[in-house]
């Protein structure tokens, strides 16, 4: 079973960032390719890991979990062609299907990361997470609050886009206030290129989706309740 990532995959995507031409890209794209099947191979088994842990996520190949790296260019700014990492999003579904909460795994040198939940999720979702947690606050607090999931998830990126007053609909004097006026619902956690690289990555990793599984089950509950009306 793969177990890490190799050096090989950062130095790659190193380089890239770099050289981010399609010059560049062409003259290397068997190290691109090199890098991107063992990115694969991880995720090959990430993927019956999690499974073991989320059988939501279904059967699915790799491939259809990850994110191309060639840059959407018709709106930005910035024209460089290529993404300087991998990454895959891991939901029923795949990586066309990120409006599921689901387990998002990002290699970039020094920016690599891993979380869980949900980005952004479509208004009537998150209005509906919003009042999952307003009438089951201690269980959602239970869930934010546990062992597990303070020790793995120290940063949390909801803060960003967070709501400055209370959403419509809403008591601006419920005491938990707060933890209503995000718009993601997202766990994070960060690691090194040597984490990465090192035997024994594969099991830090399901460690991580074993403490954000809570927060998905929630809101994934919460879809279900949602699909139902």
């Not at 990492?85 to 990361?113: C, W």
């Not at 024994?200 to 809101?219: H, R, S």
Request: hydrophobic share 40%; net charge neutral.
């Amino acid at each position: 079973m793969k177990d890490h990532i190799q050096p090989f995959v950062y130095d790659f995507l190193n380089d890239l960032s770099l050289n981010n031409n399609r010059e560049w890209f062409m003259a290397n794209k068997g190290r691109y390719e090199a890098a991107r099947a063992d990115f694969l191979e991880f995720v090959e088994a990430l993927l019956a890991e999690i499974y073991k842990i989320d059988p939501s996520i279904g059967v699915q190949k790799a491939q259809n979990c990850m994110y191309r790296i060639y840059r959407d260019l018709r709106f930005s700014p910035d024209k460089t062609p290529y993404k300087t990492h991998f990454a895959v999003y891991i939901a029923s579904g795949g990586v066309k299907q990120h409006g599921r909460p689901g387990y998002y795994l990002h290699i970039q040198n020094g920016e690599s990361s891993f979380g869980g939940g949900i980005y952004l999720p479509a208004p009537e979702l998150l209005d509906a997470i919003r009042k999952e947690i307003y009438y089951n606050i201690d269980s959602f607090k239970g869930i934010i609050g546990s062992k597990e999931y303070v020790k793995n998830f120290p940063s949390i990126l909801w803060n960003i886009e967070k709501l400055k007053k209370a959403p419509q609909g809403f008591d601006p004097n419920f005491p938990d206030i707060d933890l209503l006026k995000h718009k993601h619902y997202v766990s994070v956690a960060d690691f090194g290129n040597e984490t990465a690289t090192a035997d024994g990555f594969l099991q830090y990793i399901v460690k991580l989706a074993k403490a954000t599984y809570p927060l998905n089950k929630f809101i994934q509950d919460v879809m279900f309740d949602l699909s139902m009306k």
